[in-house]
């Protein structure tokens, strides 16, 4: 059982970002210049930038952003067990950068009581 209609969600969001394209047509197009960008020169492959994009996405808690590279990496050649494996990474990641920022606040308390 789906948690979420993803195909209904991504059409929502896709007619939303239709409005903001309508009154900010510049807004969408740095946008795109921005996505293109990170796939001009083609070197990691359709597969390996989708999968990097859920990664993120999840990282960033983005349900738009899964609705959407969820079926591209689908469709680029990403296999389920491809996508656990950089969602595993992405949690991984996700998880040593607070413990490593954590030692900002050991940092700032050491401040306070010098």
């Known amino acids: 059982m789906s948690m979420m209609n993803w195909s209904e969600y991504r059409g929502q969001v896709t007619s939303r970002l239709g409005e ?3 009154a900010s047509p510049d807004y969408i197009k740095g ?3 921005l996505s ?3 796939k001009s020169t083609g070197l990691l492959g359709a597969k390996v930038n989708e999968l990097i994009a859920l990664a993120v996405a999840v990282t960033r808690q983005c349900d738009g952003c899964i609705a959407v590279h969820t079926p591209a990496a689908i469709a680029a050649g990403a296999t389920k ?3 656990i494996e950089a969602l595993s990474t992405a949690a991984a990641v996700n998880a040593g950068a607070a413990m ?3 030692t900002r606040v050991l940092d700032a308390y050491a401040s306070q009581n010098a």
Do not use: P
């Open 20 to 22: 903001i394209a309508k």
């Open 81 to 83: 067990e491809e996508i």
């Open 100 to 102: 490593v920022y954590s």
């Open 36 to 38: 293109g960008a990170a």
């Open 31 to 33: 946008y795109q210049g």
